[in-house]
């Protein structure tokens, strides 16, 4: 059993999350630790007698890596990543892939010319009841889809955070639509090529609806809000022969027909994983700490998608690989949005 070598560039709050998943699993080798800071870099390193740089053209020219991971602020995913892959590496690029569509398009268009794949860290994808969820559309047996309905609302605490953090700052994240991307992309993962967008949001981007139009027909309507004193987080299909419903509130997901539950499965199928995430989406998220790792809900979720990394590399993972397949939907749709609605640009070498 092949054992990749890996490179992390970026080594913050979610990069380290993911070098510590990465060095715990059976399959990788934490060898390299990159950040622009060096003194984090070698103390995230020194955790695991790695090699720390500040410089991703290193790990990006190290022969002996397999896989980088680039997990930097949204904005500098493109560079690290396109060096990597020009080297022959497989990447890893965490959420969302670029925050200007430019950007996505140099990276997959490095992608299809080095044949290295790349993956992006799409990271509700890899939660076991979700992909259940999509299993059951692909295989065909609730008939042709309708409506795909998510919605993400809830009140984030920026009390206290550091003016010129990152996360702050709309240039470095790409916007609320763009920065929380995951309930747009589960939409746009599970309806298929976007043909028409059209969006409306408050002057501060605290509140927006989007609605689109697949191309099988289907509508989708996506709601976020980072600025709500309420709080919602679901994701429900309906189709022709029945729905579908997630709720990550209470941790389920529930197969309907005609009004009435005819089973349900939980969203991990861990209880403690699962009461994490319960547990997560009932709290405030805070946007002035990073410190106190990441929850156990969130790690069994990486350590999914690291288990996937490793079926790429192995050339295992099928075209529909949840790391690759549609990796850019959701970012082509969030363009879109901000060229204000109308039909959606392409990208050369999209999976469709």
Known sequence: MTRYKVGVVGCGFFGSSLARELA???????????????????????????????????????????????????????????????????????KPLAVELVDAQNMIASADASGSPLMVGHIMRMMP?????????????????????TSRSRWIDTDGADPQWWKLDKS????????????????????????????????????????????????GRHTISTRSHTSSWELTVDAAEGSVHADFHTGRVSRLRGGRVEESWPIFDVDAENQSLIDSASRIQ???SGSGGSSLWMQAAIRHEIDEMAAVLDGKADSGSPLTYARERALVVAEQVRLGGGEPAALSGSAK
């Open 24 to 94: 715990a699993h059976p399959r990788f080798e934490l060898a390299m630790l990159c950040d622009r800071d060096f003194e984090r870099a070698k103390d995230v390193a020194a955790e695991f007698s790695a090699t720390p740089t500040d410089d991703h053209d290193a790990v990006a020219a190290d022969p002996e890596l397999a896989l980088v991971v680039v997990a930097t602020p949204n904005h500098a995913h493109a560079e690290p990543a396109i060096a990597a892959l020009e080297h022959g590496k497989a990447v890893f690029v965490e």
């Open 172 to 219: 470095r994240t790409g916007g609320e639509l763009t920065h929380e991307i995951h309930e747009l992309d589960l939409m746009c993962w599970l309806g298929g090529e976007v043909t028409a967008v059209s969006s409306i949001a408050t002057a501060d981007d605290g509140f927006r609806n989007t609605v689109v139009s697949f191309a099988g027909g289907a509508i």
């Open 129 to 149: 009841g979700v992909r259940r969820l999509a299993d059951l559309l692909t295989s065909g047996e609730l008939g042709e889809v309708a409506a795909i309905e």
């Open 286 to 288: 805070k946007y002035n």
